[in-house]
């Protein structure tokens, strides 16, 4: 008689944890992260269209996310690309475009030639969710 209670406790507490972990699974507070971040080149010139690529992946549906890009700081260090994108994040791979006019190279802007950061977060109600760093190159 023992037994088969002990038995029967043990099954029922193999069951209830097995409950919670696919409730957790399907039905918890759904995450994303960015998988990557890409322009669609590494050098460009003064006054060029870039193309930024996030891509990121959802373990369900989120709504009210933002995909936020920073960067190219001049000097004086102002970013000169600051750009949200409001995102609704369905299950699975997601992806965003952005296209960008580059700044003109000139000492009176700030911006001399060289490598510049690009600074892409993803967040959801203010909170970050995750980051990603780009690094392209400016010429005249």
């Not at 010139?45 to 190219?72: A, P, Y």
């Not at 296209?99 to 490598?115: F, K, Q, T, V």
């Amino acid at each position: 008689m023992r037994r088969e209670i002990l038995i029967g406790a043990v099954s029922l507490g193999i069951i209830a944890i097995v409950a919670v972990i696919v409730f957790l699974l399907f039905f918890g507070t759904p995450s994303a992260e960015i998988t990557s971040a890409t322009t669609d080149r590494n050098l460009y010139h003064s006054g060029d269209i870039m193309t930024i690529t996030v891509s990121l992946s959802s373990s369900g549906q989120m709504d009210n996310t933002t995909v936020r890009l920073e960067g190219i700081e001049d000097r004086r260090g102002k970013a000169h690309l600051t750009h949200d994108i409001p995102a609704n994040l369905s299950w699975g791979p997601n992806t965003f475009f952005y296209e960008y006019a580059l700044p003109h190279c000139s000492s009176c802007a700030g911006i001399l030639p060289g490598d510049y950061d690009i600074l892409v977060t993803l967040e959801k109600d203010s909170e970050i969710l995750d980051t990603a760093n780009l690094t392209v190159t400016l010429e005249q």
